[in-house]
Nanobody, 114 residues
Framework: QVHLVESGGGLVQPGGSLRLSCAASGIRFSFYDMNWYRQAPGKQRELVGSIDSEGRTEYGDSVKGRFIISRDNNRNTLYLQMNNLKPTDTAVYSC????????WGQGTQVTVSA
């Protein structure tokens, strides 16, 4: 079975940093394009960032310059380093794997508040 598990979320003050992880199993991880999405209550789910099988990255405009997406194929893990966090970054962050088929993790809550 495919299993994606996010971790690393929590409460952080504005301007702070967090690193999220997404541990993957049941897929050929190195072949998959990996993505981070987020969704806040009452808002549409949005793409935060993506990294393909060759390590090429792409970011949403709202996080560009603040967040860094990376992957460790030896550990089958996707990361999202979040810096200079803002209250508007508050959301559930979810990991997505895609290589034809698409799989989702359960999400991890990030709350940015003073």
């Amino acid at each position: 079975q495919v299993h994606l598990v996010e971790s690393g979320g929590g409460l952080v003050q504005p301007g702070g940093s967090l690193r999220l992880s997404c541990a993957a199993s049941g897929i050929r991880f190195s072949f998959y394009d990996m993505n981070w999405y987020r969704q806040a209550p009452g808002k549409q789910r949005e793409l935060v960032g993506s990294i393909d099988s060759e390590g090429r990255t792409e970011y949403g405009d709202s996080v560009k310059g603040r967040f860094i997406i990376s992957r460790d194929n030896n550990r089958n893990t996707l990361y999202l380093q979040m810096n200079n966090l803002k209250p508007t970054d508050t959301a559930v962050y979810s990991c997505k794997a895609r290589w034809g088929q698409t799989f989702w993790g359960q999400g991890t809550q990030v709350t940015v508040s003073a």
